[in-house]
């Protein structure tokens, strides 16, 4: 495992909650508390065209007009 476990403390009832972080192969990041079930995670996804277009306007960037292939 690359990652490291911690406790924090629940957002949503203040008891202690379990969390963990890792980094590789990319940042990320969990969290659960076992007294009211708040939980948290790290979800990959692919945005479309159009909603990287949309970023990149407002970055002042010029639009792609495909994406880059992933490698991975």
């Not at 379990?18 to 009211?36: N, R, V």
């Not at 708040?38 to 990149?56: C, D, G, I, P, W």
């Amino acid at each position: 495992m690359s990652g490291s476990g911690y406790n924090s403390v629940c957002p949503q009832c203040g008891a202690k909650m379990a969390c963990y972080y890792d980094w590789k192969p990319h940042d990320t990041i969990s969290g659960q508390c076992l007294e009211c079930g708040f939980s948290y995670h790290t979800r990959e996804a692919q945005m479309s065209l159009r909603k990287v277009n949309r970023l990149r306007t407002e970055a002042n960037l010029p639009p792609l007009t495909k994406l880059r292939s992933q490698t991975n």
